[in-house]
């Protein structure tokens, strides 16, 4: 599949975003935590260079391991659908909804999915608020 394709495949309409998303939460613990490099041995599903030092989201385990410092723990949940990087609405509506619920919620984009980090106890419910969301968005029940 070319680049093309891939970017023609992606989703922009808000309404099939939010019916399709179809919430994932993924196993496991994972924290916010900063180095100047990414300490050997971890493997951070995120990073971002910001201009005080290298923030690295990774299993708690790792972080642990490698002694890195954390003060949030987080449940990863992983909106299935291929949302276009340009699309406008998903993030307001996903955190919207989560807010509602007094439930913090760190997004990331990727290039293909979107991706929530929510504290850790928060993470079925959370999944269970964005199906809600999904269905309603199906029926036509979701102010815009």
Request: glycine share 6%.
């Amino acid at each position: 599949m070319t680049e093309e394709d891939l970017l023609s495949t992606s989703e922009r309409d808000l309404t099939r975003l939010l019916t399709g998303m179809e919430p994932e939460l993924r196993p496991g613990r994972y924290v916010f935590t900063h180095a100047e490099r990414v300490p050997e041995g971890l493997h951070p599903v995120v990073t971002v260079a910001e201009d005080e030092a290298l923030t690295i989201v990774c299993a708690q385990e790792e972080a642990d391991a490698a002694g890195l410092p954390y003060d949030y723990v987080a449940a990863w949940v992983t909106l299935r659908i291929h949302s276009a990087l340009d699309a406008v609405g998903l993030t307001a509506a996903v955190s919207s909804v989560l807010a509602e619920a007094d439930m913090s919620c760190n997004v990331i984009a990727g290039y293909y999915h979107d991706h929530l980090f929510v504290s850790h106890d928060d993470g079925p419910q959370a999944v269970d608020l964005l199906r809600s969301l999904a269905a309603r968005s199906g029926n036509g029940t979701v102010k815009r």
